[in-house]
């Protein structure tokens, strides 16, 4: 019983279902984010200061996963409620990979929060190279103050750590490779 139609809707349905694994199989390869090619980064903090008129968190990028990654996809960002009517200014101290590899700028949560409504996000030039699995990129020795050098409040900052004097892996830190987050946890509704 060779049944035309029967034959013709199986051929169709054959077909459709191979285009379909065949087209899953494309977006599934092209939408993979960075962080499942196995980019894993720890984020290493300390404070250097703990009032007075700057923040001067001290920072370390961990690379725990297998394979390298160019710093140049890599940002961190340092979460802190900004002081009213404040504006503020960032500086380099000093870095292994060198203060010109450094960049640093500040942005406003969309969701702003009780200990943190701005961040200082810190990137990497070329120049900074990669980051070989197991290594670190030494200290990067930050601050940053009101730009008018007034006094500043950090007691209310999401990302402070006043006890944290040794450089220890610190989850209120984030780091992101590529745009996806790979570390850290962020203020509340922030993610």
């Known amino acids: 019983m060779n049944d035309p139609t029967r034959n013709r809707n199986l051929r169709i349905r054959a077909a459709l279902a191979v285009a379909a694994v065949t087209g899953l199989g494309a977006t599934a390869l092209t939408a993979l984010p960075a962080a499942a090619a196995g980019e894993a980064l720890a984020v290493q903090y300390r404070q250097s200061s703990t009032g007075g008129d700057q ?3 001290w920072l370390k990028v961990v690379n725990t996963g297998a394979s390298s990654v160019p710093l140049s996809q890599v940002k961190v960002r340092y979460y802190f409620k900004a002081d009213a009517g404040a504006s503020y200014t960032y500086a380099c101290s000093w870095a292994v990979k060198g203060c010109a590899n450094l960049t640093g700028t500040f942005g406003t949560l969309a969701n702003p929060t009780a200990t943190a409504d701005r961040y200082l996000e810190i990137g990497f030039t070329a120049g900074a190279g990669s980051l070989a699995p197991g290594a670190n990129t030494g200290d990067m020795q930050l601050r940053f103050h009101r730009s008018n050098w007034q ?5 209310d900052d999401y990302s402070f750590g006043p006890a944290q004097t040794t450089y220890a892996n610190w989850s209120k830190v984030t ?4 745009g996806v987050q790979v570390w850290g946890t962020a203020p509340a509704g922030n993610e």
């Open 151 to 155: 006094s500043l409040n950090q007691n």
């Open 175 to 178: 780091a992101t490779v590529g």
């Open 55 to 57: 923040v001067e968190p």
